[in-house]
């Protein structure tokens, strides 16, 4: 493409793409191929963003765009309403033995991650004939309406989108910098304040007569890419059985091998009562899940849940795909080996004298990494972490430069957290590049101040 009718065609894209729509990089990109990304002016780049932690397997997985293109001529769009169509019964064959608890056996398919928390809501509501939902601060859950209300990760969310659906709780999630205290505190202080907090919460905003269900990601995503203290996910177990409300966990990014397992809630053997998936169950085509046992799904009414492309044809096939290729290629232990590799890179980085005071943590499981930078300004003035000292905005200065070598990689939540999402089968060599030019762009960025 030329370089004028590619400023063209970018320039029409700023004109007739809804501003509602925030972009990262001003252009258009035409190509995906494993581990790189190329845009109309010829650039690739290095993703560590997958599509936000989607394509998994590296963009247009030969096995997985040949399951998919195989289904196109066979059957596109069966509907789930109408009967039930092959791939999505092999999707739930291959789903079964991978689940986090055996008592997940029954499963909805629907298009996106917002879809498959609204139907977790509306489920948790019919099963327990309870209204209240509990969600955590930080948390992210999507864009649609009911997905919205359970979203605490950012204001922008629901700027000017008011009221939102009504009965949902918020209480704190067990992340350090939320709570003001030092990131070396131990999580099991961490979680007894905020187990403390939902007794509290229990006893004076939503008794558990009215209380449906928890909703918590196992990994906080959007909110800072923080792992939940094993303790906390207990705790918060042990009330739902005591209180009978359900504990929905969402694994739309944490899951389908992100964190070094399957799902991350098997880091803590914790049983979900429902469960939430997307993202990288399809490797690019729209799918998520809302998974249960039949014992619930049961008193569901038919045509409660459903949708015109629920559970699409080609997307169901692109996941059988998927869940073939994890077992054959050895996906998780890339992961293990490639995230060990991440960590020891940062945690050295870290450590430099000169950077002690402005990389306050690193963090995470498997290949769902950050690095929280310091900030002159914080969340505000009362925020604890407050550092004069520090250059301003470095997790936005630091991914902007990394764009600039190469490397496409995104912030997340309200603190200056850059964070790490490439593919899970990505290869030594390109997490060697990857992290080379992430640690260039720190000492640059930090140098000029
Ligand atoms: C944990 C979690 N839940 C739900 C969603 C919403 O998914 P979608 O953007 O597919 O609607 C996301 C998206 O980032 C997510 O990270």
């Known amino acids: 493409m030329s370089s004028q009718s590619y400023t063209s065609l970018v320039d029409f894209g700023r004109k007739h793409v809804t501003n509602g729509l925030g972009r990262q990089i001003e252009g258009v990109m ?52 109408l ?127 009215d209380t449906a269900a928890i909703l918590i990601e196992p990994l906080l995503g959007e ?25 929905i966990i969402d694994e739309v990014q944490s899951g389908f091998g992100r964190t070094g397992k399957m799902f ?55 996941a059988v795909a998927v869940a073939d290729a994890f077992k054959e290629e050895k996906v998780l232990e890339n992961v293990q080996a490639r995230s060990q590799e991440l960590f020891q890179a940062l945690n050295t980085l870290r450590a430099k004298e000169h950077l002690k005071r402005t990389i306050l943590d690193v963090r995470g499981q498997g290949l769902m990494v950050s690095v929280e930078f310091a900030s002159p300004t914080g969340s505000g003035p009362y925020d604890a972490f407050v550092d004069k000292t520090v250059p301003e905005k470095l997790a936005t200065r630091v991914a902007k430069r990394c764009h600039e070598k190469g490397l496409l990689i995104l912030t997340t939540s309200v603190y200056e957290v850059v964070r790490f999402i490439p593919p899970l089968n990505i290869a030594k060599d390109d997490m060697q590049k990857g992290i080379r030019i992430f640690v260039e762009a720190v000492e640059e960025v930090v140098r000029e101040g």
């Open 30 to 81: 035409t190509k995906g191929s494993g581990s790189y990304v190329t845009f109309g002016d010829g650039r690739t780049m290095l993703d560590f963003t997958t599509g936000i932690g989607v394509t998994g397997l590296g963009h247009c997985h030969p096995k997985v765009s040949a399951a998919a293109a195989k289904q196109c001529m066979e059957l596109v769009h069966g509907q789930c309403s």
């Open 223 to 247: 909110g800072g890419y923080v792992p939940t203290p094993v303790e906390f996910l207990k705790g918060v177990r042990e009330i739902c059985d005591k209180h009978n409300i359900l504990l």
């Open 264 to 318: 991350n809630i098997e880091y803590s053997r914790v049983r979900p009562d429902i469960m939430t998936i997307a993202k990288g169950l399809a490797n690019g085509f729209p799918l998520s899940g809302v998974v249960s046992k039949k014992e619930f799904t049961d008193k569901l009414k038919p045509g409660s849940l459903g949708g015109t492309y629920a559970g699409n044809a080609v997307a169901c096939a692109a």
């Open 83 to 209: 009967a039930f169509t092959g791939p999505y019964l092999q999707l739930i064959e291959r789903l079964l033995p991978i689940m986090p608890d055996p008592s997940l056996d029954s499963f909805f398919f629907w298009n996106s991650g917002s879809e498959a928390v609204e139907a977790a809501i509306k489920m948790a509501r019919t099963i327990t004939g309870k209204q209240n939902i509990i969600a955590l601060q930080g948390g992210y859950h999507g864009r649609t309406f009911g997905a919205m209300a359970v979203t605490r990760s950012k204001t922008i969310y629901s700027e000017g989108f008011h009221p939102l659906m009504p009965g949902v709780f918020t209480m704190p999630y067990p992340y350090w910098h939320q709570l003001g205290v030092p990131a070396s505190t131990d999580p099991s202080q961490i979680s007894a304040m905020c187990l403390n907090q939902l007794n509290l919460l229990l006893s004076q905003q939503t008794t558990p007569k």
